[in-house]
């Protein structure tokens, strides 16, 4: 799948958040962020705090996968 966006990347998080039966605030937890940061991350709010991206979408076992 290619994400040519971050609210793309966000609707992602949220379908995968959600499919596992995971509260914003458990998965926030899970992924030692914010709620609020939960929140902007699904609704596509731009960041650059990738880092914390990286540790959401390992808690959800999501893989990110760079190709040039």
């Given at each position: 799948m290619?994400?040519?966006?971050?609210?793309?990347?966000?609707e992602i998080v949220k379908d995968a958040r959600k499919s596992q039966?995971?509260?914003q605030a458990d998965l926030?937890?899970?992924?030692?962020?914010?709620?609020?940061?939960?929140?902007d991350l699904e609704y596509g709010k731009e960041t650059?705090?990738?880092?914390?991206?990286?540790?959401?979408?390992?808690m959800l076992g999501l893989k990110l996968e760079l190709k040039g």
């Open positions: 290619i994400i040519e966006n971050v609210a793309e990347l966000g039966g995971l509260t926030a937890i899970s992924a030692d962020v914010g709620v609020r940061f939960i929140v650059a705090q990738i880092g914390k991206v990286l540790k959401v979408c390992q």
